[in-house]
């Protein structure tokens, strides 16, 4: 069976100092990989969506940067954390486009 | 840009009773998915609906998509305290072109159903 891992979760990080969120998925190969940012226990805004090694859309400009140097590990990084970052941040993998989507547990980013 | 309309935001409920979460658009989705989710942890999927009228259930869960597939409704009958949590609806744009894959989130319903 598939399985998705995100890692940290929980993260309190000053202003200012860089990021790498971590995500993996077992069980499937070439997975389409999604990071979102949901706010307040509210819905989900896509942030980056790849669909392939080194394959990344940006949804929303921002502060953060997406890479997948791996076939199953997506990556959210920033050179930068803004106050504004903090939030509860999600990775998903789908089998395809046209498949449902499935979740990890989230990391709660905290910037103070 | 698709958008999602879902209501209520918030439904607190006593145990027993029944309850219905809507979910309204304007476009057309390929594809209608239903995620519950508890506090610090990612949704989890109910259902994916795909035809226009199809009806689904998930035990005490109906979940039906609109005809013109515009639209989806969450059903709970006899809602118990385990059924507490936030219940997001996600449709997905018609595969094809840059919309190929992305799933469009309502608000959420914030469902609290007190024993």
């Known amino acids: 069976s598939q399985t998705i891992h995100q890692w940290p979760a929980t993260l309190v990080q000053p202003v200012g100092s860089p990021l790498s969120l971590e995500c993996t998925v077992e069980g499937t190969s070439n997975p389409n990989l999604y990071w979102y940012r949901q706010a307040a226990g509210r819905g989900l805004q896509l942030l980056f969506y790849?669909?392939?090694?080194?394959?990344i859309s940006s949804e929303v400009p921002q502060n953060l940067s997406a890479s997948r140097p791996q076939d199953r590990q997506f990556i959210l990084s920033s050179k930068k954390l803004l106050l504004s970052d903090s939030g509860f941040y999600l990775c998903?993998?789908?089998?395809?486009?046209?498949?449902?989507?499935?979740f990890g547990d989230g990391t709660r980013l905290s910037i103070l | 840009t698709q958008l999602l309309e879902q209501s209520p935001q918030f439904l607190s409920i006593q145990e027993g009773e029944n309850l219905t979460v809507y979910c309204n658009s304007s476009?057309?989705?390929?594809?209608l998915q239903w995620y519950r989710q508890e506090p610090g942890e990612g949704p989890v999927l109910l259902v994916t609906v795909v035809t226009g009228g199809e009806v689904k259930k998930l035990k005490r869960l109906t979940f039906q998509f609109g005809d013109a597939r515009k639209d989806s409704s969450l059903h709970i009958t006899a809602a118990q305290p385990g059924d507490t949590g936030l219940y997001l609806c996600a449709g997905r744009a018609n595969a094809g072109g840059t919309s190929y894959g992305k799933l469009t989130f309502g608000q959420g319903t914030i469902l609290t159903v007190h024993p």
């Open positions: 476009s057309v989705f390929s594809s």
């Open positions: 998903a993998w789908g089998r395809d486009g046209l498949s449902p989507q499935h």
């Open positions: 790849s669909v392939g090694i080194g394959q």
